[in-house]
């Protein structure tokens, strides 16, 4: 699949923080059309301290569930760590794995914040704007204040950041550990709720999520035995 042209990339924290701010305003946070998702993709990426990136992408059947397409990818970064900025080491290798796709997918559920971030602009937010696609964060933990949900599997509470709403904190199994759901892009967040609920079966996490997850760390283990 074709994905946007990241060029120019920043290079240091303060030009990528001036970028989520322009960019976050570009945000669609509401279904532009009916939605009708046939395809969903997991998206996944990990890092090392050598600078080492990977990243995994699993297309499945939105009814199944069953995969239709894989791919990974390798990079490195020489961009620094900083909270809130892990898009600008991991989206470079992120896009280098979709253009392997031949399958656009429906929707994009990324392991990662979408505005449920500090300045509104997460990965998922980040992905989605380059695509285009209906796009989805769906994070293990949580920027900002929530009240914990109800127990039963379906439950959600509101997640906000300096009193603001920007996401949900979902229970995807009865008296398990809630994810945290929020909008990356093209998307509204009832609609993004009801399909991480449907993506997710028998565990925490969507199987989207689960299954990309398990290449990334296949790959690790590839590049930590070459090493």
């Known amino acids: 699949m074709k994905v946007a042209n ?15 701010d322009r960019l976050r305003t570009r945000v669609i946070a509401e279904n532009p059309r ?17 600078g080492n990136v990977v990243a995994a992408i699993v297309v499945l059947d939105a009814a199944t569930l069953e995969p239709i ?39 994009l559920i990324c392991d990662s914040q979408g505005l449920a971030h500090p300045r509104r602009f997460g990965f998922a937010c980040h992905l989605g704007l380059l695509t285009g696609l209906p796009t989805i964060g769906v994070a293990k933990n949580v ?28 229970r995807t199994r009865t008296d398990v550990k809630p994810v945290f759901v929020s909008v990356g892009h093209n998307i509204d967040l009832d609609t993004a709720c009801t399909q991480v ?29 070459e090493a």
Do not use: M, N
């Open 69 to 107: 397409d894989t791919v990974t990818a390798r990079g490195t970064t020489d961009f620094p760590y900083v909270p809130g900025l892990l898009a600008f080491r991991e989206l470079p290798t992120t896009l280098r794995a979709l253009e392997k796709l031949t399958v656009t997918p429906d929707l």
């Open 197 to 225: 609920l449907a993506a997710t079966t028998h565990y925490r996490l969507p199987e989207t999520t689960r299954q990309a997850d398990h290449l990334c760390r296949r790959l690790q283990r590839e590049i930590a035995a």
């Open 34 to 50: 009916p939605p009708r998702f046939r395809t969903v993709a997991g998206l996944d990426s990990a890092y090392d301290d050598h």
């Open 143 to 170: 920027w900002g204040d929530y009240a914990d949900p109800g127990g039963e599997r379906g439950a959600y509470s509101t997640i906000t950041i300096d009193h603001e709403p920007v996401g949900r904190a979902l």
């Open 6 to 20: 990241i060029d120019p990339w920043p290079r240091t924290p303060e030009e990528a923080t001036a970028l989520q």
